[in-house]
């Protein structure tokens, strides 16, 4: 199992101290959703996992839709979202989110800038993504 070593430095007795963990990184199964295991919010930002199985389009700590009929997440075969009815909303997400995974955090950095939704999306979709398309 991977895991994550988290240095943290301190004063301790007017001394320097540094403490060293080890973490686990929990991987997310293998699927092939952009928005699986994340939540998003009404504020351009879709974070978190990708651990869980929240769905970052129900803008709430909603499941996967297809998880809850027992199918494997996949953006290319979810008949919830990735349907035209649905596709102006996504278009926005795309368009105006930032995608903060905890998979990609930069170790040792307290705040990042994150991934724009197309490069998230390309990373774990290995293409990229198409308005209107997807």
């Known amino acids: 199992m991977a895991t994550r070593t988290t240095i943290t430095p301190s004063i301790v007795d007017g001394e320097i101290a540094v403490r060293v963990s080890e973490e ?22 879709i974070m978190g996992g990708p651990t869980g199985n929240a769905c970052a389009l129900t803008f709430a700590h909603s499941p996967c839709k297809m998880e809850m009929r027992e199918a ?14 649905h596709s102006p909303m996504v278009d926005r997400v795309m368009e105006g989110y930032r995608a903060y995974p905890e998979s ?22 290995g293409r990229p993504w198409r308005r209107g398309q997807e």
């Open 24 to 45: 686990p990184v929990l991987r997310q199964p293998c699927v092939t959703c952009p928005f699986y295991g994340m939540i998003g919010t009404r504020y351009g930002i």
């Open 72 to 85: 494997r997440p996949d953006w290319d075969g979810c008949t919830y979202f990735n349907v035209p009815g």
């Open 104 to 125: 990609r955090h930069p170790p040792g950095q307290q705040s990042w800038e994150g991934m724009t939704m197309p490069e998230w999306f390309e990373s774990v979709m």
